[in-house]
């Protein structure tokens, strides 16, 4: 009996060594970024689909307005913006998700299908894209979500 609690001890003490490690260690760095803009006249499949949904309140991603009729397509513009991740952990991290923070004149960011994964060691490309005023400028704080093992961590930067 008391090797077996000296067994237990020992255990125990080797996965919160192991636990605090992977919570010191689970880093992903940022190590791009940009954006692209580009007039939503010049993609009006997309927005006609888009305008609809809104217009329905059944938009496929996360609405920033309330359900309405949106203005012409030349008075709109799609910011994608892209983040390029790199994982120093050696424990690959899973669904990765990019939220951009709304300004006011944001209209909608558009919903992503995709499970993005991020092996160990590797890089890997994360985008969102929003609709937005013709006129608004680019600059937007985005947080990066992800999980390792199941536990969530966050990230902020700022893409200008």
Request: aromatic share 10%.
């Amino acid at each position: 009996m008391k090797y077996f609690a000296i067994l237990s001890v020992l255990v125990l003490i080797v996965t919160l060594v192991g636990v605090g490690y992977l919570y010191m260690t689970a880093n992903i760095y940022v190590s791009g970024i940009g954006v692209v803009a580009q007039e939503a006249s010049s993609d009006l499949p997309r927005f006609d689909e888009l305008s609809t949904q809104l217009r329905l309140g059944a938009v496929t991603g996360t609405a920033y307005v309330p359900a309405q009729e949106l203005a012409g397509a030349e008075n709109y513009k799609f910011l994608t913006y892209t983040v390029r991740l790199k994982n120093d952990c050696a424990v690959p991290a899973d669904m990765i998700e990019l939220q951009v923070t709304p300004m006011a004149g944001d209209v909608l960011q558009i919903g992503s299908f995709q499970d993005v994964k991020l092996p160990a060691g590797q890089t890997v490309d994360v985008y969102a894209t929003i609709l937005t005023d013709v006129n608004m400028h680019p600059i937007r704080e985005v947080t990066i979500t992800y999980y390792i093992w199941g536990v969530p961590f966050k990230l902020k930067t700022t893409i200008k």
